[in-house]
């Protein structure tokens, strides 16, 4: 079974893209501490699509508090220079507020 709970802070603002085809997809990085006492944390990278894409971009930014559900996906590239590189990254599937909402219009999540 691959599924994954994270929660943490965005590092920085949701960047939102648009496939060609017009699917939106937002990328972004979240730090996560981790169980021990040392002062560590971990950076995953999360994708999310449609309206969960939507959703990050419009209400979340950089030092928001979040909770996201999905799925661990490593996949293969080409660098702009040729070489193969793996990336592996969280593919979102719930994207939830972790801490007080700016203002009453947002909703708590969005599932993708």
Known sequence: ??????????????????????????????????????????????????QTAEFVARYLSKGRRVMIRGEIRTRNYEDKDGNKRKATEIQADRVEFADSPKNDNQEGWQNG
Not at 13 to 40: G, M, Q, S, Y
């Open 1 to 50: 079974m691959n599924n994954v709970i994270i929660s943490g802070r965005l590092t920085a603002d949701p960047e939102l893209k648009h496939t060609p085809n017009n699917v939106a997809v937002c990328t972004f990085i979240v730090a996560v501490d981790r169980a021990t006492k040392d002062d560590v944390a971990d950076f995953p990278v999360v994708v999310a699509w449609r």
